[in-house]
């Protein structure tokens, strides 16, 4: 088989998950952490993922620093 038969066979979403962690988490969250949350990451704060990462890690929610990036820099971009 060749490539473009390769591409063409490929379905859409194939090998990614369902959303972003961070709008997931969001909705998740009771409403006054969601908003601190969805208020720390538009994109007038310019709050880097860093900080962010730590603060959901102390709260128990570790390893969400490339989540968070993924967040800020792609699917909150433009908005």
Known sequence: MGLKETLEGIQPG????????ICAL??????????ALTAVTR???????????????????PGLYHSIKHHLYVCQAGR
């Open 14 to 21: 194939a090998g990614r998950g369902v959303g972003c962690a």
């Open 26 to 35: 969001i909705e998740s969250l009771p409403p006054d952490e969601a908003a």
């Open 43 to 61: 994109k007038t704060r310019r709050v880097g993922p860093k900080p962010i990462a730590a603060a959901l890690e102390a709260e128990g929610y």
